[in-house]
């Protein structure tokens, strides 16, 4: 089955207590990205990748750090959390229209979500 | 400044009745659109997307949109809510810089009272 898997599902930790959220996709996809939702603003991009080690920042990357080894990986890394990060994140996924035509994305799979509780 | 407006934060209306949700954009140039749809404790879904082509684009579960290019709008519409409707609904603007970006909207609440 085509999917967005992240994990954990649900995460409660104390401030500066470093933590990874792991993200995968079986698709295939060159493009990756990480949203927050908070209540009244909608999803912000955190951070996203175009493709291996292709990653840039997105409207909220403070705070966080990710990585792309691998296509299907995308981890996002909170090294010294802080309660204002205390958020539901989404993993997110799609492939190009046009293969190698980076400006040619289509829709985007999201994974399942995060709760994160910064105490 | 918001790129992306819902206009309606929180929707409720009752089974039967017709849903029109408000989406307007900010960016000149290239856009794709897409409304998504988040049931309560999942995850977003698509529910249509407008690449090109015929503005007029239907989505799953009966929901369809209407891209106005010179209105900078993007509607979603039902002509009759179900109860299982009950959701919050996103709009979203792909546009090009050089990259592609996804902006989202605050979201709209929709309940549906049986």
């Known amino acids: 089955e085509a999917q967005v898997t992240q994990n954990p599902r649900y995460l409660i930790t104390v401030t500066g207590k470093k933590l990874t959220v792991t993200c995968s996709q079986n698709?295939?996809?060159?493009?990756m990205s990480w949203y927050r939702q908070d209540p009244g603003l909608g999803l912000r991009q955190i951070y996203y990748s175009m493709n291996v080690e292709v990653t840039d920042k997105g409207d909220v990357p403070e705070g966080y750090k990710v990585s792309r080894k691998e296509k299907r990986n995308f981890p996002l890394i909170l090294e010294s959390p802080s309660p204002n990060q205390t958020s539901l994140y989404f993993c997110?996924?799609?492939?190009?229209?046009?293969?190698?035509?980076?400006?040619?994305?289509?829709?985007?799979?999201f994974g399942p979500g995060t709760r994160l509780t910064v105490l | 400044a918001q790129s992306v407006s819902q206009h309606n934060h929180h929707v409720i209306l009752s089974e039967a009745a017709s849903l029109e949700l408000g989406c307007n954009y900010s960016?000149?140039?290239?856009?794709?659109l897409f409304w998504y749809v988040q049931y309560p404790g999942q995850h977003l879904q698509l529910l249509l997307k407008y690449f090109s082509g015929d503005p007029l684009v239907k989505g799953i579960k009966g929901f369809e949109a209407e891209f106005i290019k010179s209105k900078f709008s993007f509607n979603l519409r039902k002509p009759s809510v179900q109860w299982s409707d009950t959701a919050e609904y996103f709009c979203?603007?792909?546009?090009?810089?050089?990259?592609?970006?996804?902006?989202f909207g605050t979201g709209t609440r929709l309940l549906v009272s049986p």
């Open positions: 960016y000149g140039g290239t856009v794709n």
């Open positions: 698709m295939n996809h060159e493009y």
């Open positions: 979203a603007v792909l546009k090009y810089t050089g990259f592609q970006k996804l902006v």
């Open positions: 997110a996924s799609s492939s190009t229209r046009v293969p190698g035509l980076a400006v040619s994305y289509n829709e985007q799979f």
